[in-house]
């Protein structure tokens, strides 16, 4: 699929496991419900191998699972991408905090300062609360 291998990059630098990315990338590009057959067919992988990746993203709240009928397909949740971006920004925020609470150096301590306005009005237009670590 073309463009896929930027969106799955995205979301490994975003701390999901390869393969997990590429399934949510996968269900991300189909727009589509699709079944794990259909996912295995698409991936390349067997359906053993996706079973974990898809129970890592179902527990992430980043897919969801709908049985309609006989039939299992999978989806991913709104605002996925969205979700895995404002964890991480918060990871990052509260390395930052605790970094500049051991600092001596007033001028990087400055430059955290900068970076953590910024990075918490990012968290806020991603819809995630104003988390302040100490």
Do not use: C
Request: glycine share 4%; aromatic share 4%; hydrophobic share 45%.
């Amino acid at each position: 699929m073309i463009g896929i291998e930027a969106l799955v990059s995205l979301l490994t630098m975003l701390r999901l496991p390869r393969v997990a990315a590429l399934v949510l990338s996968v269900l991300l590009m189909e727009s589509r419900p699709m079944s794990l057959g259909e996912i295995s067919a698409v991936t390349g992988y067997a359906k053993s191998h996706l079973s974990s990746a898809l129970k890592l993203l179902e527990s992430s709240s980043l897919v969801e699972r709908v049985v309609t009928g006989k039939k299992v397909v999978f989806r991913p949740r709104k605002k996925a991408v969205e979700l895995l971006l404002r964890k991480h920004l918060q990871d990052i925020r509260k390395a930052l905090n605790e970094v500049r609470s051991k600092l001596n150096t007033s001028s990087l301590s400055e430059s955290i300062d900068k970076v953590d306005v910024w990075f918490k009005e990012i968290i806020r237009e991603l819809g995630g609360e104003d988390v302040w670590y100490s």
